[in-house]
């Protein structure tokens, strides 16, 4: 049976790690005022990626944490994802030139279908789609935004652009600790080809359990649906250990 990647968040607001609640910049808690450090203590811990997200960038369409970010690449080895406010051709081979394994279109997958096409055939293997989710129709411009399209259906609609990986976030879950969105999220990841990255909600062990129980199933009939999951103010707040959770979702546990 194959595992499931732990991604750590490591959310950025002014240069500070922070979480959020459902994605309110107005709700914002923060963990730390070095971002290098705490990327440093997930790589410590064992994890083998990071998960990045300008918020600031996200809401200005352009990065704005561009020295934390700098920070974090020149501090660990492990590869890092990062969304955020990447829009154009140029911020992508500008972010991917600079050492980040991978970066997350959200916005641009709504609003410029072919710069996520030309993106993922310039980089294979290197862009991801981030699909956030409002009661199951896609959220814009940092979550401000809110859309008519279904978040499954934007899914479909790139399933033959190569994309790495879909990062498929529910809003209303996301820093509530309550758990994932399981249905929504095996449903859209049962439907594609493409992997599917599960985010928002996770609050204890257990969610991780479930997940990792539904994605490959008893015998593994799941394999591959689901590539990994983020978490973020449960490892934060120690409600998840990370040695235990790596251990959990690699099989170990």
């Given at each position: 049976?194959?595992?499931?990647t732990?991604?750590?968040a490591?959310d950025?607001?002014d240069?500070?790690?922070?979480?959020?609640?459902?994605?309110?910049?107005?709700?914002?808690t923060?963990y730390?005022?070095?971002?290098?450090?705490?990327?440093?203590?997930?790589?410590?811990a064992?994890?083998?990626w990071?998960h990045v997200?300008?918020?600031?960038?996200?809401f200005?369409?352009?990065a704005?944490n561009r020295?934390?970010?700098?920070?974090?690449?020149?501090?660990?080895?492990?590869?890092v994802?990062?969304?955020g406010?990447?829009?154009d051709?140029a911020?992508?081979?500008a972010w991917?030139g600079?050492g980040?394994r991978?970066?997350i279109?959200g916005?641009?997958?709504?609003?410029?279908?072919?710069?996520?096409?030309q993106a993922?055939r310039?980089?294979?293997?290197?862009?991801?789609l981030?699909?956030?989710a409002?009661?199951?129709?896609v959220a814009?411009?940092g979550?401000?935004e809110?859309s008519e399209i279904?978040?499954?259906d934007?899914?479909?609609r790139?399933?033959?652009?190569g994309?790495?990986a879909?990062?498929?976030t529910d809003?209303?879950r996301?820093?509530?600790?309550?758990?994932?969105n399981?249905e929504q999220?095996?449903d859209?990841?049962?439907?594609l080809?493409?992997?599917v990255?599960?985010?928002?909600?996770?609050?204890?062990l257990?969610?991780?359990?479930a997940?990792k129980?539904?994605?490959?199933?008893?015998n593994g009939?799941?394999?591959?649906a689901?590539?990994?999951v983020i978490?973020g103010r449960a490892?934060y707040?120690?409600r998840?250990?990370p040695a235990?959770a790596?251990?959990?979702?690699s099989g170990?546990?």
């Open positions: 049976m194959t595992g499931l732990l991604y750590p490591i950025l607001k240069g500070q790690c922070v979480r959020l609640r459902r994605g309110e910049m107005d709700q914002a923060v730390s005022h070095d971002p290098g450090a705490q990327a440093k203590a997930w790589q410590d064992g994890c083998q990071l997200v300008d918020l600031n960038g996200a200005a369409g352009r704005v020295d934390a970010v700098a920070q974090i690449l020149k501090t660990v080895t492990i590869p994802q990062l969304g406010g990447i829009r051709m911020g992508i081979e991917l600079a980040v991978r970066v279109l916005s641009a997958a709504v609003k410029n279908p072919p710069l996520v096409r993922c310039a980089f294979p293997g290197r862009v991801a981030g699909i956030d409002r009661e199951g129709f814009t411009e979550w401000a809110n279904r978040a499954l934007l899914a479909l790139y399933e033959d652009a994309a790495a879909i990062i498929y809003i209303s996301d820093g509530m600790l309550g758990g994932l399981l999220t095996m859209l990841a049962f439907q080809s493409t992997p990255i599960a985010s928002g909600g996770v609050g204890c257990e969610d991780l359990a997940l129980r539904l994605a490959c199933g008893e009939d799941g394999e591959g689901i590539e990994g978490v490892l707040d120690g998840v250990d235990a790596l251990a959990l979702l170990r546990g």
